[in-house]
């Protein structure tokens, strides 16, 4: 993966922004956790997040306190919290409320929060990746997406080809997770039987990665 680092006071960032194509969250977590050297920390695993419109995305990224709204009994730490030293993979990132855009573009200039109902700031190191399959240009454009978050997000740009592009990767995929679903679901299933792996090279995968892995989860579980 490429990758440029940006120091500050709370530590480096590496953003790149994927554009083109879905990576599936499982695959880069181990891929990123095999290379866990940020200077001289060791980070913490992978989080996770897959943006969604609507306010309830913020209280999943940067967490909320105790009676910040009704049903919040008790305080809760967000994704940027709970990575702190970490990486966050924020999936799906066009998708989020432009009210969380601001909070966003904040955290990545200043590497700090607040929790929802609350006004102390909280400090975070946090090396962010965020993905995307929309065009994220034509969403600035259409007012959809904000202009400077955007630039801020694009230090580098990694462009993925959909997964109907990538040839022989389809097997190299669909066997990582026949030995993962395999495994999980305590099934002796070592390979793909050529005719399975024909029709994977043939089928369009508009659903990308995560279609292939719940096709291969699909087809385990029914073994």
């Not at 913490?44 to 309830?56: K, T, V």
């Not at 454009?141 to 959909?162: I, K």
């Amino acid at each position: 993966m490429d990758r440029r680092a940006h120091a500050g006071e709370q530590g480096e960032a590496v953003v790149p922004l994927l554009r083109v194509g879905i990576v599936d969250g499982h695959s880069v977590k181990e891929r990123i956790n095999r290379r866990p050297q940020r200077g001289e920390r060791r980070h913490r695993a992978l989080e996770i997040f897959r943006a969604h419109r609507g306010r309830g995305g913020g209280f999943e990224l940067f967490g909320y306190e105790k009676g910040a709204f009704t049903g919040a009994a008790g305080m809760r730490q967000g994704r940027f919290e709970s990575a702190d030293h970490g990486t966050l993979f924020l999936d799906e990132v066009g998708e989020i409320d432009p009210a969380i855009q601001v909070k966003l573009l904040r955290f990545l200039g200043e590497r700090t929060f607040e929790r929802v109902g609350s006004n102390q700031s909280i400090s975070a190191d946090v090396r962010l990746i965020a993905a995307t399959n929309l065009n994220l240009e034509e969403a600035v454009a259409e007012g959809d997406f904000r202009e400077d978050l955007f630039f801020r997000l694009r230090v580098v740009e990694m462009q993925l080809p959909p997964l109907r592009d990538r040839g022989t990767d389809i097997i190299l995929l669909a066997k990582e997770f026949l030995t993962e679903f395999a495994k999980e679901n305590a099934k002796a299933i070592a390979e793909l039987h050529p005719d399975a792996v024909e029709a994977l090279l043939n089928h369009p995968w508009p659903g990308n990665v995560r279609e292939l892995r719940t096709a291969i989860e699909h087809a385990v579980v029914l073994c």
